[in-house]
């Protein structure tokens, strides 16, 4: 079984960057389409970013767009999230989550098939 383990997640202040990270020891991540969601307290999951197999494409949730980034780094093997202008409201839970094969139906609402045990991101003032 694929498994992914997040890194990155931190304390960060209003209006700070942080970076998140997910790998799969074992696997070629960066072949995979993989996605990022987050939980808040008290929320549902929400879907965050995803990009392709290929990496080609990316679809980012409206609440993220045009201050997160998520990328592919075949160097290292990694999947990062760059966020940028963090806001409170960006605190949650962020999990990674991978799919190997190829699918027709992929995109933001696809049910991935890997997930990760998640990294814990806090936005303060």
């Known amino acids: 079984q694929v498994q992914l383990i997040e890194s990155g997640g931190g304390l960060v202040q209003v209006g700070g960057s942080l970076s998140l990270s997910c790998t799969a020891p074992g696997r070629t991540i960066t072949k995979y389409a993989v996605a990022w969601f987050r939980q808040a307290s008290g929320k549902e999951r929400e879907f965050v970013a995803t990009i392709s197999w290929v990496g080609e494409t990316t679809f980012y949730a409206d609440s993220v767009k045009g201050r997160f980034t998520i990328s592919k780094d075949k160097a290292k093997d990694t999947v990062h999230l760059q966020m940028n202008s963090l806001r409170p409201e960006d605190t949650a839970v962020y999990y990674c989550?991978?799919?190997?094969?190829?699918?027709?139906?992929?995109?933001?609402?696809?049910?991935?098939?890997?997930w990760g045990q998640g990294t814990q991101v806090i936005v303060s003032s």
């Open positions: 989550a991978a799919e190997p094969v190829p699918t027709t139906d992929w995109g933001p609402t696809y049910e991935y098939g890997y």
